[in-house]
């Protein structure tokens, strides 16, 4: 087995067994003593494949015995399996018929990184946000009880994905409805027990077992007929286990809880799947894995393996270095500004690596809250801070906050909160798809009364921006793309902008672009071939009304350009005050379609979008044609590709 990225085989390594496999049903005439090679073959062919993709990396690693021992016991794709968040899910998809298409992960027209329904029978649930698992899996056992369906539904969900309060409300509610199914606790962190071994792995084969069962309800309905005597049994049964094992807290929740397992041992793993296969009501199986299992240098450092490039050629020429990112903007720019003010709290939801807050939270460990997969509670505890004078700064991916919208409104800008809002990963987000994308943020947070929205198009005014917001005396939102920016200048200090006013970066005629955002610059070589204007009109909320006011006096069309959806987005907000105003003016409308974009490189959805230079310029010209506003101008990017 590889120890390091350097070792992982380019050629794709001899897997007979594994070949076998073209589905769960091929797997399961398998003997037992077989499933062991398939598990070393698909743990080799899973370093090999995403060497040559990327993606998501350790936890798929740590969940091969797992995988295969699901897919063996259960009866899939008729049995249920919901995998949550869908990291751990590239074993699963090997397994599934898949397994030559691995080499398309995550590429335009590929395999998805996540479950998806429409890819496969056997993805049951759609997923790509955390902790949907248990509830999917619920609804799932209900309606199939509804239809007289006997069916197994089985939610896979890790330790990170059960820190949401999501998890906690499906678990609270499956013993209400006496939901026949299994959820199984991917425990790679060690965060609830250390307590796995030979005596845990026995007891777990006893207390799922039919003999143990059938006792336990013939006891339940013998005492159950004695005043008391099933309650003082129920309970020193559970002292019993708690004792022995950490399953308190899902024994008083109404689940029955197995465990912990050796997530490794598939000997363990299938003799307690089997038992746990036919019990009745909600079961609980807490299994133990070691994230990155089989690649030494993942299982040393599992956040830094959590994912990988693709690993290039040893031949191939080094790439060329770009500026720092979008997200090292803001992880400098908080450090600076809690140098200023003591004030100042940074809060994530667990997204400290992804949002760069690694430095403050070395800096200022009393200052820095990591809530775990929990966005609702990131933004109401950002709320309660703010009402006691703190100045909280919530950093936090587009996609997440959607998670958190209620919040947003109701906790913070209802009662005009002091919050900060740094909003990474905003537009189209590449390989990771439709799920990740921050598609619709400047949309659904345009509509809220009091909000400061902000779209940089550098890191220098992105810089500016966390100024003016965490300044600001209310909620505010800086939403910025992932990766790096056009390596600006950055200025030295923490100057504010002026709230509500963009600026005229080029003058020109006929034609005028409003860019919000990024896409300043392909505006900017659009409008050289064009001799057109352009604004970098930097708010969407409070919008420049008086620059858009005077653009629309001098130009003979107005185009607007944004990485967000246009329905409800920054386009649409200049639409409106030009109709309330009674301006009736030409206006191209340039940013998301209505429809999800599907994963590809960013370079290949931002085309699809129209929302590259080259795009840009042919929509530009067809309005223009349409207006009768073409002149003879030479095509600057169109005829490139």
């Known amino acids: 087995m590889p120890k390091t990225l350097h070792e992982i085989p380019r050629e794709r390594p001899a897997t007979p067994l ?32 995403v060497g040559q993709t990327g993606g998501h990396f350790g936890a798929g690693l740590g969940v091969i015995e797992l995988t295969v021992a699901l897919h063996y016991v259960f009866d899939t794709p008729k049995d249920r399996l919901v995998w949550d968040v869908g990291h751990q899910a590239y074993p699963h998809k090997i397994l599934t018929g898949r397994r030559e298409r691995m080499g398309t992960l995550r590429q335009k027209d590929g395999i998805a990184a996540f479950p998806r329904r429409s890819e496969s029978e056997y993805d049951t649930f759609g997923v790509g946000h955390s902790s949907t698992s248990i509830s999917a899996a619920l609804g799932m056992a209900i309606a199939a009880r509804l239809q007289g369906i006997k069916r197994k539904s089985v939610a896979i969900i890790g330790d990170g994905a059960l820190t949401a309060g999501m998890a906690f409300e499906a678990l609270n509610h499956a013993p209400d409805v006496e939901a026949d199914m299994l959820v199984v606790l991917n425990d790679n962190d060690m965060s609830i027990s250390r307590n796995v071994g030979g005596l845990s792995n026995y007891l777990a084969r006893i207390l799922s077992s039919r003999t143990y069962q059938t006792m336990r309800e013939g006891g339940k309905k013998v005492l159950s007929k004695l005043p008391g005597a099933w309650e003082i049994a129920r309970r020193t049964e559970e002292a019993a286990k708690g004792m022995l094992v950490p399953g308190v807290l899902f024994e008083e929740l109404g689940w029955n809880y197995i465990g912990p397992v050796d997530g490794h041992d598939l000997p363990t793993l299938i003799a307690t799947l089997r038992n746990l296969r036919d019990a009745k009501g909600p079961q609980f199986l807490h299994v133990i894995t070691k994230k990155g299992k089989g690649f030494s240098a993942a299982e040393a450092d599992p956040i830094g393996y959590h994912a990988i490039t693709k690993l290039e050629p040893a031949d191939a020429a080094p790439k060329k270095s770009s500026g720092p990112k979008y997200s090292n903007i803001f992880g400098d720019w908080l450090c600076d500004m809690a140098a200023q003010d003591i004030k100042l709290v940074g809060i994530t939801p667990a997204m400290k690596e992804g949002s760069d807050l690694i430095r403050f939270s070395e800096q200022y460990p009393d200052r820095y809250f990591d809530v775990a997969i929990a966005e609702q509670h990131a933004v109401t505890l950002a709320a309660g801070m703010a009402c006691e004078g703190a100045k909280p700064v919530v950093a936090i991916y587009s996609t997440f906050l959607q998670r958190a919208y209620d919040q947003l409104i109701h906790d913070v800008a209802v009662q005009n909160l002091d919050v900060l809002f740094a909003i990474d990963r905003a537009g189209l987000v590449g390989e990771d798809g439709p799920t990740h994308a921050g598609s619709f943020d400047l949309s659904y947070l345009r509509c809220i009364p009091g909000m400061v929205i902000m779209t940089p198009s550098d890191e220098n005014e992105m810089r500016r921006m966390l100024t003016t917001g965490y300044r600001y005396e209310g909620p505010a939102a800086v939403r910025y793309p992932r990766g790096s920016g056009p390596n600006a200048v950055l200025e030295p200090g923490l100057e504010p902008l002026e709230i509500g006013r963009g600026v005229l970066r080029r003058q020109g005629q006929r034609v005028a672009f409003l860019a919000f955002g ?28 008086t620059l858009v006011r005077q653009l629309a006096e001098t130009h003979d069309l107005l185009v607007t ?35 999800y974009v599907e994963h590809a490189k960013p370079n290949e959805m931002l085309a699809e979008c129209g929302l590259d230079a080259a795009s840009i310029e042919r929509a530009v010209r067809t309005r223009m044609e349409q207006l009768d506003l073409l002149v003879e101008v030479p095509a600057l990017v169109s005829n490139h590709p």
Do not use: C, W
């Not at 594994?18 to 062919?45: Q, V």
């Open 518 to 545: 990024v896409q300043l610059a392909q505006a900017m070589q659009v409008a050289e071939g064009l001799d057109a204007s352009v604004a970098d009109m930097r708010f969407v909320k409070p919008l420049d009304e």
């Open 561 to 595: 350009v944004e990485e967000n959806s246009i329905m409800g987005g920054a386009g649409s907000a200049v639409s409106e005050f030009l109709a309330r105003e009674n301006v009736i003016k030409p206006i191209l409308h340039l940013g998301l379609p209505d429809y």
């Open 18 to 49: 594994l070949d076998r496999i073209e589905n769960p049903a091929a797997l399961r005439h398998l003997s037992e003593a077989e499933l062991e090679t398939l598990a070393d073959e698909l743990r080799h062919y899973l370093l090999f494949t």
